[in-house]
């Protein structure tokens, strides 16, 4: 999460317009659920996947950003795939195991390839958004919709205790790891649950003090943030309507 704040900072479109990255993002993202066409989900995961190349964002980067989702993607995929009846049913492929016949229908073979398309398209504009832009920008920027603020420094504060969440986390493996508390592994299961049990309250510790520093500083219900002046382009804006066209009719294809 560190390395893809840094990423968010500093990549090369940078200094383009918060709106306009959100309009190709959250486009995008509208195309993927409710177009079900495999061409046109697969033409948004490219085309998101060659704006976050085009800023700089490393490939082997992105591998590892898939593997959370692919890793959940994979195992929700699995329960639409597989069919369980006590009973035998005509499928594409089918074990018999104990009283049970799990089987692989043509059905279940489609809806499963329709959940996996639409989730990776929908998925690859997100990161898009998540590596190209900052979230203190995206809240500033949505806190300029009346009604939006306080969702949005609800998030906001959800996204920095991820952080305060990972530097209580890690402060207290280090003290374990000088203490040799990863030396074998009965050593090792005993500070994970040491880990487990001490990293909550010191999280929420951690969040109070942070509560307070708000507080000495006058906060009033409102966050401000540092948002630099960005003008969007009417090149790229038509730029950006034409491709969510042209990925629209891919539909047609």
Same mark, same amino acid.
């Given at each position: 999460?560190?390395?893809? $704040?840094?990423?968010?900072?500093?990549?090369?479109?940078?200094?383009?317009?918060?709106?306009?990255? *959100?309009?190709?993002?959250?486009?995008?993202?509208v195309l993927s659920l409710i177009l079900s066409r495999p061409s046109t989900l697969l033409a948004v995961f490219?085309?998101?996947?060659?704006?976050?190349? @085009?800023?700089?964002?490393?490939?082997?980067?992105?591998?590892?950003?898939?593997?959370?989702?692919?890793?959940?993607?994979?195992?929700?995929?699995?329960?639409?795939?597989?069919?369980?009846?006590?009973?035998p049913f005509t499928a594409l492929a089918i074990i018999h195991l104990g009283g049970y016949y799990l089987g692989?229908?043509?059905?279940?073979?489609?809806?499963?390839?329709?959940? /996996? *398309?639409?989730?990776?398209?929908?998925?690859?504009?997100?990161?898009?958004?998540?590596?190209?832009?900052?979230?203190?920008?995206?809240?500033?920027?949505?806190?300029?919709?009346?009604?939006?603020?306080?969702?949005?420094?609800?998030? @906001?504060?959800? =996204?920095? /205790?991820? /952080?305060? /969440?990972?530097?209580?986390?890690?402060?207290? =493996?280090?003290?374990?790891?000088?203490?040799?508390? =990863?030396? $074998?592994?009965?050593?090792?299961?005993?500070?994970?649950?040491?880990?487990?049990?001490?990293?909550?309250?010191?999280?929420?510790?951690?969040?109070? $003090?942070?509560?307070?520093?708000?507080?000495?500083?006058? =906060?009033? $219900?409102?966050?401000?943030?540092? @948002?630099?002046?960005?003008?969007?382009?009417?090149?790229?804006?038509?730029?950006?309507?034409?491709?969510?066209?042209?990925?629209?009719?891919?539909?047609?294809?």
């Amino acid at each position: 999460m560190l390395y893809l $704040d840094y990423l968010a900072h500093n990549n090369t479109l940078k200094n383009i317009s918060i709106g306009e990255k *959100l309009l190709l993002g959250g486009g995008g993202l509208v195309l993927s659920l409710i177009l079900s066409r495999p061409s046109t989900l697969l033409a948004v995961f490219l085309a998101m996947h060659i704006v976050m190349l @085009y800023a700089r964002i490393p490939l082997g980067y992105l591998g590892r950003l898939w593997l959370a989702p692919l890793t959940f993607l994979l195992i929700g995929i699995g329960s639409v795939l597989v069919s369980i009846s006590s009973s035998p049913f005509t499928a594409l492929a089918i074990i018999h195991l104990g009283g049970y016949y799990l089987g692989v229908t043509p059905a279940s073979l489609v809806t499963a390839q329709a959940i /996996f *398309l639409r989730s990776l398209a929908a998925v690859s504009c997100l990161l898009m958004i998540a590596t190209t832009t900052p979230v203190s920008y995206i809240v500033t920027y949505l806190s300029r919709i009346p009604g939006t603020s306080t969702i949005a420094e609800i998030a @906001y504060l959800s =996204y920095r /205790f991820i /952080f305060v /969440f990972l530097a209580a986390a890690g402060q207290i =493996y280090t003290a374990q790891q000088s203490r040799l508390g =990863y030396a $074998d592994t009965r050593k090792s299961l005993t500070s994970l649950a040491l880990l487990a049990a001490n990293v909550g309250q010191k999280t929420f510790l951690t969040a109070r $003090d942070l509560t307070i520093a708000l507080n000495a500083r006058n =906060y009033r $219900d409102q966050l401000s943030f540092y @948002y630099p002046i960005q003008t969007a382009s009417p090149v790229r804006l038509l730029l950006i309507l034409l491709v969510l066209i042209g990925l629209a009719l891919t539909a047609l294809v």
